[in-house]
Structure formats: structure tokens, C-alpha cells
């Protein structure tokens, strides 16, 4: 079965950078995408950015976009999200989910993703 880690969260002041990962186990990811989410306080699970399979396509939230970087690396059965710029209002529990798919991602909610990680904290505060 599948199982997906979230590692690289932490404690960064606002501007800063930190870059996540989700390592897969079980079997490979390269029939996978592969989305970020993240869940703040008191908020819903949002969607933050997917990749496709192959890495040919990519799609991000209005509120990271030009920011955070999504990327993978089947060799290495890992995705990452890079985060660049980071804000006060990024702080939350960062998921990593995939889903089995024959081309470019589905829209990033929750229900179009099977097999989730166990989340990693990012908090930007000074």
C-alpha cells in the first residue's frame, strides 16, 4: 500500500524559504499525482498545488502562486513543494496526497485523493 511522509516544516520568520517533501513507500509514484495541501486553525483542508505524473503540468492556488514551486522526482519516489515569500497566513499543517491518474491532475480537493501523509507544521511568525 502506498504510504506517503511529509518532512521538511519548521519555524521560519515571514520572507523566508523552506522546502517540503513527501517521500513514498510501498510501491512508486510514477502513476501518481502527487498535491500539497494544507490546513490552518480553525480552517477547512486547502488545496495548495499538484503535479502531474510526469511533472508536464503543475497547478497552483491563487495565494501561493508565483511563491511556492511544486516538483518531483520519480527516481527518487519524492515530491516537494518549495516554499518562497513565506507569510504569516502560510502557518499550517502541510499535506502531502496522491491519486492514480493518466494524465494531469484533477482539481485539488480533497476527494480526488486516496492516499494521504501525516502532515508537517509550517509556522512563519517573527
Known amino acids: 500500500q502506498l504510504q506517503l511522509v511529509e518532512s521538511g516544516g519548521g519555524l521560519v520568520q515571514p520572507g523566508g524559504s523552506l522546502r517540503l517533501s513527501c517521500a513514498a513507500s510501498?510501491?512508486?509514484?510514477?502513476?501518481?499525482?502527487i498535491a500539497w495541501f494544507r490546513q490552518a486553525p480553525g480552517k477547512e483542508r486547502e488545496g495548495v498545488s499538484c503535479?502531474?505524473?510526469?511533472?508536464?503540468?503543475?497547478s497552483y492556488a491563487d495565494s501561493v502562486k508565483g511563491r511556492f514551486t511544486i516538483s518531483r522526482d520519480n527516481a527518487k519516489n519524492t515530491a516537494y513543494l518549495q516554499m518562497n515569500s513565506l507569510k504569516p497566513e502560510d502557518t499550517a499543517v502541510y499535506y502531502c496526497?496522491?491519486?492514480?491518474?493518466?494524465?494531469?491532475?484533477?482539481?485539488?480537493?480533497?476527494?480526488?485523493?486516496?492516499?494521504w501523509g501525516q502532515g508537517t507544521q509550517v509556522t512563519v511568525s517573527s
Open positions: 496526497a496522491a491519486v492514480r491518474t493518466v494524465g494531469v491532475c484533477p482539481r485539488v480537493v480533497m476527494r480526488n485523493f486516496g492516499s
Open positions: 503535479i502531474s505524473r510526469n511533472g508536464g503540468s503543475t
Open positions: 510501498g510501491f512508486t509514484l510514477d502513476y501518481y499525482a
